[in-house]
């Protein structure tokens, strides 16, 4: 983050009309993350746990690789959602703890898929991040939003939305989303900042592939938890 983008973190808001037009472009972006298709890569550390999270999200389908904490405690899972099915793979402590196993059941079926309908609430946390909606949700900033100076990223120049999250554990903190400047206003970063306005490690996020297709195969479950309704 350059060192005016953390000035601006510090100053008072901007003045209305940058205020609004920092509102159109955030509205702008996360409406075309809910109906588009997109890659993501997370890295970050919450309450000194590392979590990794990289994946393929579409409107209705999409795919997820996750890797939380370290040692014998690491969560490593894989995920696809088609539609109404959400089919998970994972170690022993990711079966137990996203799925509800026991630790028998847990280790017989380590590795496996595991079939749930994606619409289940038992498993809503599960499937959250997946799809695109749920990527826009995450990724979601509550106001006054106001807009750091341009600056090239990734490639692209892009316009700086600072707003506040909320992740789950945490207190809100202040995050900037860095959205295309031209065109379809596309979301290329986001950061958690702290204070100063520099990135904090707590969340990073970049994003990339924008509109290419998601169509994941499915994989042959071994076990089927609760009701699926019919594909």
């Known amino acids: 983050m350059t060192g005016a983008l953390a000035a601006a973190l510090g100053t008072p808001a901007l003045p209305a009309g940058a205020t609004s037009n920092a509102a159109t472009l955030y509205h702008q972006a996360l409406a075309t993350t809910k109906s588009w298709s997109v890659h993501y890569a997370t890295d970050g550390t919450i309450s000194k746990v590392p979590i990794l999270e990289s994946g393929d999200a579409g409107p209705a389908s999409g795919t997820q690789e996750v890797l939380v904490g370290t040692g014998a405690a690491t969560d490593n899972a894989s995920l696809i959602v088609i539609g109404d099915i959400t ?49 826009a949700q995450e990724i979601a900033l509550k106001g006054p939003y106001t807009l750091g ?39 290329v970063e986001e950061d958690t900042v702290g204070a100063r306005g520099e990135p904090n490690g707590i969340e990073h996020i970049v994003f990339s592939k924008w509109g290419e297709a998601v169509t994941p195969m499915a994989p042959n479950a071994s076990i089927t938890l609760g009701s699926v309704n019919a594909v």
């Open 87 to 135: 089919y998970l793979k994972g170690n022993v402590v990711a079966l137990e703890s996203l799925t509800g196993l026991s630790p028998t059941q847990a280790a017989t079926d380590m590795g496996k898929w595991v079939l749930f309908s994606t619409n289940n609430p038992t498993f809503s946390q599960v499937v959250a991040g997946v799809r695109s909606r749920d990527v």
């Open 149 to 187: 100076p341009s600056r090239m990223l990734d490639g692209y120049e892009v316009e700086g939305i600072l707003g506040t999250q909320d992740l789950q554990g945490l207190k809100p903190m202040r995050a900037i989303l860095f959205v295309r400047a031209s065109g379809r206003h596309l979301v």
